[in-house]
């Protein structure tokens, strides 16, 4: 028998562990009312309860609720006003949505290399620098640049993350996206949320999700005489309720995985060839990451994981230098459009042609933790892997 069905989790444990319907009161409400666009409902929707929810919450200016977070990237990205085949720095290492996002707007991917904790390079963006993308990947607190005037935070993985001045990630930058993907802190299966401090980016995001529209709940949508064109990104009322279950749950998640976390630093063995990676005060704790001497070692710990039913992943698929996304410059429109407006030349800024981030990639291993679990429940899981990892 697998770990997963002894401890009776799922063998991914995320946030959908808190699914309840004694809990579902506000999915209910939605279906009983028979009404499931937000725009359409008699009363404040759920999706502006859940909106106004997680703006308290985080100290957020202003909470567009859209269908995913790669739409979230978009309209953060729209929002600022750029040109078409004006270039967005992105981390090398981060999933090929957020390449997507940029390509999608019309706009260029420039591949900025990672540090040790593999967050964007500050080092490395040049004087002028107008656009960048920072990951917060795998619950990590990345350090955001400064003097560039449109930062964009990724907080796909990073729900209830802090910077050390208290802030919450998301909230520091010119705009911040959250993700209600299956594999993040809280989900929905899919969805998504897009925040910001700036009126007029808000006021731009909030048209351009609703075919540029300037809707008064209730009533068919109005379009003002300087509209602009936009596209539907609107959530619906049944997504949205179940994102507002989820995010009762945030506190309760967070503090699970900070437990779990702190059971495993104690517990997890100190031995050669292997070091545990630290983790910040404010990052959230999804998972343990292990840096392994050499790849053949690595492997060995995945095999050893998996041979027991212990969740793990490795890291090597967010390369993005080497994702044929960006390495083929493909397009479906017939003049390659917007990778026909590129500069010629590489758009990567690595000191080493990224050699040192892929010999981290191939050394890295992650292990989620399980928030839902009880402490009891934590410590034997975390046993389990200790002994896993004591084989290799």
Known sequence: ?????????????????????????????????????????????????????????????????????????????????????????????????????????????????????????????????????????????????????????DCAQALGARFPDGRHAGTAGYAGTFSFHHNKVLTSGEGGLVVTGDEDAWATMRCYHDHGSARVPGRYPTWNQDAHYGENFVTSEGVAAVQYQQFRHLDEVLAGLERMHAIAMEELPDRQGLHVLPRAAGDVKISLRFRWESRELRDAAVAALTERGIANWTLNKYLLPEHPVLTGRRSLYSDGFPWNLAPGGPLALSRDGFARTRDLLDRTLCVPLSPELPEAGQALAVKAVRQALETV
């Open 1 to 153: 028998m697998t770990l997963d069905k002894r401890l009776g989790q799922r063998f991914l444990p995320y946030g959908a562990n808190y699914l309840d319907w004694s809990d579902m009161h506000e999915l209910r409400e939605a279906v009983e009312h028979g009404v499931l666009f937000r725009y359409q409902t008699e009363n404040e929707s759920i999706a502006s309860r859940l909106e106004r929810r997680v703006a308290e919450r985080l100290g957020a200016g202003h909470v567009l609720a859209v269908h995913n977070c790669t739409e979230a990237l978009r309209l953060a990205l729209i929002a600022a006003r750029p040109r078409s085949g004006d270039l967005v720095h992105i981390p090398a290492v981060t999933f090929v949505a957020v390449a997507g996002a940029v390509l999608s707007s019309g706009l260029i991917p420039v591949l900025v290399d990672v540090d040790d904790s593999l967050s964007l390079d500050r080092t490395l963006l040049p004087p002028g620098t107008q656009r960048v993308i920072v990951a917060h990947m795998e619950g990590t607190v990345a350090a955001l640049p400064q003097g560039v005037p449109y930062v964009v935070e």
